[in-house]
């Protein structure tokens, strides 16, 4: 085993650590929270120059063909700066086109999605806000060479920046289709946004009759059910790198208040009671860092380990959540107030918490991976 | 990046594991501990086993008659082992005096105690922990007087795994009781037969006898004996503490256990089963993840001593994460069994032989042992994260 970064990684972390620290501050997470687009607009325009969202996607197809271990050691800078930007959703919708798709749709789409012009996201729940394949119930009926959509999908992140969505849709043979649909001003196509905890847009999106041309098929029939369980994956495990970085984040700030606030007439993180807490949340950030690492570096390799992708996600979910309570608790009262930071952590992890499937969602994955 | 083992790593694994398949008796579950004494003959025997095959010692030196494995191997050894719940690695000896000995020894200490260890042929035990020294170790009072070439040692340790079996103790004593606390003790090594040295059983509370009192009535023992120069034992002592400090024993009885509780559950002898609550799925499956969880853990300290750090904080980490899961794993398997959980080994109608039940009972000394979790907790928020002391 070997739990080193590579050059390459540790290049990654440094840029984009140095990148966020300048570009991503608080300030602009709460201007964006408060629902300043222009901010989102901004930041994903450097973020594209910086070529973030062609990662992990092929040479061939314009991207710089980096392993899914690279993008996950920027997604957890991206975690710990809160920076609301869909790389998660770009990156995990290409990877799953990458795989799935035909070669002329990742010839169309995939060069796009890496210059920029595209920026595509998933939308896969329903009303029953279940990330399971079969709850799909949006329908898509053929017309001549077109598929005719019509349904609402909801928890669609970052909806109205995005031009596409990665749909999963039932045809009318009852067969799971995963699609490429067109939404930015598309006729057809509404959008209701939502007021959610990670500060970054969430909409629901109704489709009514949307014609959408059948060379949109990512995958259809087992394929599709295969794509959308990787969709799920990749996105579960992308999420906890993000909760990895936010949750070093937190343990990182808890132990620079705990250090200086005084009480007693000394720092309280000398007495034992802050300290064992503060032990406890490093315990957890470090573990939900190791899980990540694994579940990351097996998408690197032919298949992912279905295993490892769900402890990934039931640990950051869970032990990050946490954390963010702990850290309330060794902040005393000043992190119980709107204008101290500590809450826009906590709500993001809150919010990803729930994200790609929650950690009772994963919990069962793993229970049927290991044969239970 | 690379989360599986070498090829060279996985073949001595499997080496490993065919040798135990052999060693260990058909149906085998245990005791896993070697300071349990219930399989003692067997323990004799697996140790001479890995002896002949050069995996005893395999962590240490080439001139020492070791293999100069990495601590990544030895990670994997002591991983396959205690997942086999196998006795005989001897880490007194081999984990613990020996590296102290290479460290702090003469070259005399060294040619007289060493290829004994290697060739599995003396039991070491531990004496640290005083009937008033615990967790504040460095107030240990016991006494050791110079007299003429000898140390005369008077005084008392506790919580002695394998005393009644062990040939050798290494001790801590206080050599100057002027100095502070920890300067003013030393490590020495003590013959088990020298007139003068009573050992005193202790019956743990799952029933077993594996630690005890040792008493020490002015017990002569040769200055020759002294690791280190007098009054600085303290830092040869916590070497041997340092070697201690990992949890991978903890994360393979973990998963050993959580295996066989699934196995269980999905069995027809199963009150509590997967098919009469789905919950219980959920359940095991976070088990599961808790486990991978403490595991990783502990290969991470072995990546990094391999790196040539001195992972401190990290194996503090990884002592606190697996012995916690451990206890988790069995707690949640003493739920599943119900009623049955609690029938003592040998019972008849118990389910899985009583073990999780007593295992439960012994391992209650896993956060207390070697360091108290919360000790662990003081060093990774003090050494780890940088708190301030005062």
Redesign the interface.
């Known amino acids: 085993?070997?739990?080193?970064?590579?050059e390459t990684?540790e290049l990654i972390r440094v840029s984009a650590r140095e990148f966020l620290e300048d570009r991503a501050t608080t300030t602009t997470v709460r201007a964006v929270a408060d629902g300043d687009t222009e901010a989102i607009s901004s930041l994903w325009n450097e973020i594209i120059e910086l070529g973030w969202q062609a990662m992990t996607i092929s040479e061939e197809h314009g991207g710089a063909g980096l392993a899914f271990?690279d993008l996950a050691i920027l997604l957890e800078e991206l975690g710990a700066s809160l920076a609301p930007t869909p790389i998660v959703e770009s990156s995990i919708s290409s990877w799953v086109i990458e795989r799935y798709g035909s070669d002329p749709i990742k010839s169309e789409l995939l060069p796009q999605i890496a210059s920029g012009g595209v920026l595509i996201t998933p939308a896969f729940v329903e009303r029953d806000a279940s990330w399971q394949t079969e709850s799909t119930k949006v329908a898509a009926t053929r017309s001549g060479s077109d598929l005719v959509v019509t349904g609402e999908k909801r928890f669609v992140a970052f909806a109205d920046q995005a031009t596409h969505a990665l749909t999963l849709v039932r045809t009318d043979d009852d067969a799971p289709t995963l699609i490429v649909i067109p939404i930015w001003k598309a006729e057809g196509v509404a959008l209701t946004p939502l007021d959610h905890a990670s500060g970054v847009p969430v909409s629901s999106l109704t489709f009514n009759e949307l014609a959408v041309p059948e060379g949109n098929i990512v995958a259809t029939g087992h394929e599709a059910v295969r794509a959308a369980e990787e969709l799920v994956a990749a996105g579960g495990v992308a999420r906890a790198a993000q909760l990895a970085g936010l949750g070093r984040a937190v343990?990182d700030a808890t132990?620079e208040y705990?250090?200086t606030r005084e009480q007693f007439g000394?720092?309280v993180?000398?007495f034992?009671a802050?300290?064992?807490h503060?032990?406890?949340m490093?315990?957890a950030a470090?573990?939900?860092n190791?899980?990540v690492?694994?579940a990351?570096?097996?998408f690197s390799r032919d298949g992912y380990s279905k295993v490892?992708a769900?402890?990934a996600k039931?640990?950051a979910s869970?032990k990050i959540a946490n954390l963010c309570w702990t850290a309330h608790q060794c902040h005393g009262a000043i992190g119980f107030t709107w204008e101290h930071d500590l809450h826009l952590y906590t709500r993001r992890a809150l919010a990803w918490k729930t994200d790609y499937g929650d950690?009772?969602f994963?919990?069962?994955r793993?229970?049927s991976a290991?044969?239970? | 990046?690379?989360?599986?083992?070498t090829p060279e790593e996985s073949e001595f694994k499997s080496q490993l594991s065919s040798f135990l398949d052999d060693a260990l008796p058909a149906d085998w579950h245990g005791p896993a501990d070697e300071s349990r004494d219930d399989h003692w003959e067997l323990n004799q025997e697996i140790k001479k086993g890995l002896a002949e095959r050069g995996w005893l010692v395999m962590s240490w030196p080439k001139e020492y008659g070791g293999a100069d494995s990495s601590p990544?191997m030895n990670t994997i050894f002591a991983e396959e082992m205690a997942y086999r719940r196998a006795p005989g690695h001897d880490r007194f000896g081999t984990r613990m005096l020996g590296p102290t000995l290479m460290r702090f020894g003469t070259e005399e200490q060294r040619t007289k105690y060493l290829g004994s260890i290697a060739r599995g042929e003396i039991q070491w035990c531990q004496g640290y922990s005083e009937p008033n020294s615990g967790s504040d170790l460095a107030s240990l009072q016991t006494r050791a007087v110079e007299d003429g070439d000898d140390f005369v040692v008077t005084g008392a340790k506790i919580w002695t795994s394998l005393a009644h079996r062990a040939d050798m103790m290494f001790m801590l004593v206080r050599t100057d009781p002027e100095a502070a606390p920890h300067r003013g003790i030393s490590l020495i090594l003590v013959d088990m037969k020298s007139p003068g040295v009573e050992v005193q059983p202790i019956v743990n509370m799952a029933g077993v006898h594996s630690f005890n009192q040792v008493v020490f009535d002015q017990v002569r023992v040769p200055k020759a004996n002294l690791i280190g120069q007098l009054n600085d034992g303290w830092r040869a002592g916590m070497t041997v503490l340092n070697f201690e400090r990992s949890g991978i024993d903890y994360a393979a009885w973990a998963r050993a256990a959580l295996e066989e509780i699934?196995e269980h559950v999905?069995s027809e002898d199963a009150v509590t089963s997967?098919k009469s609550d789905p919950a219980i799925?959920?359940k095991?499956?976070?088990l599961?993840?808790e486990v991978?969880?403490?595991r990783?853990?502990c290969?991470?300290v072995?990546?990094?001593q391999g790196?040539g750090e001195i992972p401190s904080s990290?194996a503090s980490?990884s002592k606190?994460?697996a012995t916690e899961v451990y206890l988790k794993v069995l707690d949640y398997g003493l739920e599943l069994l119900g009623m049955y959980g609690v029938l003592e080994p040998g019972s008849k109608q118990a389910l899985l032989q009583g073990r999780i039940f007593k295992m439960r009972l012994f391992y209650t000394s896993g956060p207390i042992l070697a360091g108290t979790n919360?000790i662990?907790?003081?060093i990774?928020?003090?050494r780890?994260?940088?708190?301030?002391?005062?």
């Open positions: 085993m070997d739990f080193g970064l590579t990684q271990s343990v132990v705990t250090s000394k720092p993180g000398t034992q802050v300290q064992h503060l032990a406890d490093a315990i470090k573990q939900v190791h899980l690492h694994a990351a570096w097996s490892a769900a402890q039931i640990a869970d950690s009772a994963h919990k069962s793993l229970a290991i044969g239970l | 990046m690379r989360f599986e083992f990544m699934i999905q997967t799925r959920i095991l499956a976070e599961h993840m991978e969880a403490a990783l853990m290969f991470d072995a990546w990094r790196k990290e980490m606190v994460a919360e662990q907790k003081n990774i928020a003090q780890g994260l940088g708190l301030p002391r005062k």
